[in-house]
């Protein structure tokens, strides 16, 4: 508890409660990668429809044809994903896999250009893309490889992310109490 100007500053459980779920469900996640998958397309569907939707409303504040189009196609995809989510769930491996085959391929490439420039980490980039562009051939080959990828990437990420929300909240705690 600390006492400025008169009033007294206490530090929120809501940033512990919130921290402790975010662990569960990142551990939840792992456990259920279906489930998770499904959940991730259903966000991915809102996200292209609220993307949409705010691209429509700044196009009402700066009428252009980009801000239409992308306004328009991203609200026809997000109601394409919310309405098929099965088919959402099945794409996502692929999706996965071809962004990793296009990031190695990047990756190989600037490497290339960072040797000729007399970089020395283009040993490691290369080597990062080389291990991508087989890893998306992996997931292309075998999707639930992908699919168990997907679900172990989100629930680390919840884990982490619900760690730091109780790690803040001790924090906040000892500096407030000091």
Known sequence: MLIAENKTIKVSKGGLIFGILMIIAGILTWLNPDTALLAMALYLGTV?????????????????????ALGLLDIIVGVILITNLGVTVSSLPVLLAVWVLCVGVIQIAFSIDARSSGLVFWKWTLASGIIGVLFGFLILSHPMIGVFTISLMLGTYLILYGCLGVGE????????TV
Do not use: H, M, T, V
Not at 50 to 56: A, F, V
């Open 48 to 68: 292209f429809l609220l993307g949409g939707i705010g691209y429509l409303s700044a196009f009402f504040a700066y009428p252009s044809g980009g801000l239409l």
């Open 169 to 176: 909240y001790f924090a906040w705690k000892k500096l407030l």
